[in-house]
Nanobody
Framework: QVQLVESGGGLVQPGGALRLSCVVS????????MGWYRQVPGNQRESVAI???????NYADSVKGRFTISRDNAKNTLYLQMNILKPEDTAVYYCMAYHNYRNYWGQGTQVTVSS
C-alpha cells in the first residue's frame, strides 16, 4: 500500500507562488508515473501535471508556463511549483502515484488564490 502525504497549500494573492510537496511511503524510483490533480467542488478531478520516472512531463494547457512538476527520488518526494497563480487555480490539489497497476492518492491540500 503506497501512502502519499501532501503539504504546502494555503492562501495566496493573485500573481503569487506556492510549492506543493508530496512525500511517498515507497521508493519513488520504482513508480513509473506520478502527478498532480485538482478538484473544485461540483467538478470532476482534473489532471494538472504528470511526470514519469524517466523525467518526461506533461501539463494541462491552463498551467503551461506557470507550473513545474518535479520529483526527487532521493527524498521520495514529488513537487509542484506554482507561479503566477490565478483565482481559477483555486482547488484541492491531490498527489497521485501509479504503481503496480493501480492509482494511489493523497488526502489533498487546499490552494486558495484570492485578494
Amino acid at each position: 500500500q503506497v501512502q502519499l502525504v501532501e503539504s504546502g497549500g494555503g492562501l495566496v494573492q493573485p500573481g503569487g507562488a506556492l510549492r506543493l510537496s508530496c512525500v511517498v511511503s515507497e521508493n519513488i524510483f520504482s513508480i513509473s508515473t506520478m502527478g498532480w490533480y485538482r478538484q473544485v467542488p461540483g467538478n470532476q478531478r482534473e489532471s494538472v501535471a504528470i511526470i514519469t520516472n524517466t523525467g518526461n512531463s506533461n501539463y494541462a494547457d491552463s498551467v503551461k508556463g506557470r507550473f513545474t512538476i518535479s520529483r526527487d527520488n532521493a527524498k521520495n518526494t514529488l513537487y509542484l511549483q506554482m507561479n503566477i497563480l490565478k483565482p481559477e487555480d483555486t482547488a484541492v490539489y491531490y498527489c497521485m502515484a501509479y504503481h503496480n497497476y493501480r492509482n494511489y492518492w493523497g488526502q489533498g491540500t487546499q490552494v486558495t488564490v484570492s485578494s
